[in-house]
């Protein structure tokens, strides 16, 4: 009985390598896969960079212009304080984009000047110093010793605090970006496992496997090599991911790091998981490709839910329905990925969550399986998912 079983166990472990080396094999000899994953790669390094530049920071031009006005000994980190001669050369900067706001003086009144699209940090800094001029003018008008006045003042200036991560908010977006990437990974690879099946039927070419191959051993095969072709994918993309963050400069710290890149590959896979044998089931359904779209739409649709709820909790990572929603599948697999990006959530609570996940794969693949095993032989009219699952 045991070697029974171990032979038995022998021969499916065969027949799945079998399947597994077909699909592998043909999905690397194919041009649209590499084409496929030079999209991608454009398409991460366009996000890092383009968050590279969103996160790099950036001075604002203020100027000082005319009579009675000077540089300030100081100036914030990112804004450059220059001088000009007067009004007329202030309003030239500001309306050719050279100067972000300006402060200029004329016949004894302080003008500032700004654009519609000034930063506000630009327009606060030349207001202050329009007030500044104001005020000891006002001051020497008075007989004040405004050097004596300063001087006295200086000890009890109020000091700058920055409360909270202003970056955050970008290391999210940048989170989701990714995210979003690879789930979108997850549908194309899911779409060409509904293919092949359908393309296999269509052609009875599943009905020479099956007369060697029981259908859970030739679709676990099936999700097998797409999925380790995926897989290469997602590597040439962190590949790309490191790379462009290496020429993403400072800016490039609003991406996530390499403990949160690989809790992403970590979820991807399960979520990969989840999601392929049910792909697999759809496409045993029809019997014609023209038919597919019409029974991938329900696996289309709970595959797209996870991205939907990763864009509503951007801007609430902390509310209650996130923080009971990132541990229910297949939710996980996209709000647990964009919690370890800007580091809200520990390890252990991750292990928690995988381990959800993974029983929710086994009963998601035990499904498939189901329903891939009474439908993949039925040639003609669609079979529905009621109908495979009570065969």
């Known amino acids: 009985m045991t070697a029974h079983a171990a032979t038995d166990r022998t021969g499916a472990l065969r027949d799945i390598r079998l399947v597994y080396q077909r699909e592998v094999t043909a999905r690397l000899t194919s041009k649209g896969y590499f084409a496929g994953m030079l999209i991608m790669v454009v398409l991460v390094g366009a996000i890092v960079l383009g968050m590279s530049y969103l996160g790099a920071p950036r001075t604002l031009q203020v100027a000082a212009c005319g009579a009675g006005t000077a540089k300030p000994a100081a100036a914030p980190a990112d804004i450059e304080i220059s001088t000009c001669t007067g009004l007329e050369a202030a309003r030239e900067g500001v309306v050719d984009k050279d100067l972000d706001a300006a402060m200029a003086v004329e016949a004894g009144k302080a003008t500032v000047l700004v654009r519609g699209d000034s930063d506000q940090r630009a327009q606060d800094t030349a207001a202050a110093m329009a007030r500044n001029w104001a005020l000891e003018k006002a001051y020497r008008e008075q007989g004040v010793d405004v050097p ?78 797409i999925g380790t072709t995926a897989v290469l994918q997602i590597l040439v993309l962190v590949g790309a991911l490191v ?54 739409m329900p696996v289309m649709v709970f595959s797209l839910l996870p991205v939907g709820a990763a864009a509503a909790a951007v801007g609430s990572l902390d ?25 809200n959530v520990s390890l252990s609570q991750q292990v928690l969550a995988a381990a959800v996940m993974l029983c929710a794969v086994g009963g998601c693949m035990w499904l498939a399986s189901r329903v891939y095993r009474n439908s993949i032989l039925k040639i003609g009219a669609t079979v529905r998912w009621r109908q495979a699952l009570a065969a």
């Open 243 to 296: 790379t462009a963050r290496a020429f993403g400069g400072a800016g490039s710290s609003v991406m996530p790091g390499a403990t949160a890149v690989v809790s992403l590959l970590v979820w991807f896979l399960m979520s990969f998981a989840l999601f392929a044998g049910l792909f697999a089931a759809a496409g045993s359904l029809v019997s014609r490709p023209e038919d597919l779209q019409s029974v991938l």
């Open 148 to 225: 004596r006045l300063t001087q006295s003042m200086s000890g009890s200036l109020p000091r700058v605090r920055t409360v909270g991560d202003s970056l955050q908010g970008k290391q999210v977006g940048a989170a989701v970006s990714l995210v979003i990437v690879l789930f979108m990974q997850i549908i194309g690879q899911g779409s060409l496992i509904a293919q092949g099946v359908v393309e296999e039927k269509s052609t009875r070419i599943v009905e020479v496997l099956l007369s060697t191959l029981t259908p859970l051993r030739l679709m676990t095969g099936k999700v097998a090599g």
């Open 319 to 343: 509310a209650p329905w996130v923080q009971v929603l990132q541990y229910l599948p297949p939710f996980s697999g996209v709000l647990m990925p964009l919690q370890a990006g800007v580091g």
